[in-house]
Nanobody, 115 residues
Framework: QVQLVESGGGLVQPGGSLKFSCTASRQVFVVTNMAWFRQAPGKQREFVARITWGGTTDYADSVKGRFTISRNARGTLVNLQVNTQKVEDTAVYYC?????????WGQGTQVTVSS
């Protein structure tokens, strides 16, 4: 079993920046990818960004050019740098670790973009 813990959420003004982190409780030796999702009030959870074990990244169209995903070499930490935030970025952000056999989710971190 792997526990994921997100941190770094909070209140930010439109146009501001935040950096989220997600820490895994142990190293997983076969990782397909690590990703961030978000869920806004009244909406379904949606994909935000993904990084494969090989380092390939992809992003939702709504965040391209503003968000950057990265991870450490051991695959125990995945970060999401978010810049030029918009009110519509307000959501609970979740990290996900996908292996060939299982997927693990964190408990989420709240981000509120408001003036």
């Amino acid at each position: 079993q792997v526990q994921l813990v997100e941190s770094g959420g909070g209140l930010v003004q439109p146009g501001g920046s935040l950096k989220f982190s997600c820490t895994a409780s142990r190293q997983v030796f076969v990782v397909t990818n690590m990703a961030w999702f978000r869920q806004a009030p009244g909406k379904q959870r949606e994909f935000v960004a993904r990084i494969t074990w090989g380092g390939t990244t992809d992003y939702a169209d709504s965040v391209k050019g503003r968000f950057t995903i990265s991870r450490n070499a051991r695959g125990t930490l995945v970060n999401l740098q978010v810049n030029t935030q918009k009110v519509e970025d307000t959501a609970v952000y979740y990290c996900k670790l996908l292996t060939p056999r299982a997927e693990y989710w964190g408990q989420g971190t709240q981000v509120t973009v408001s003036s």
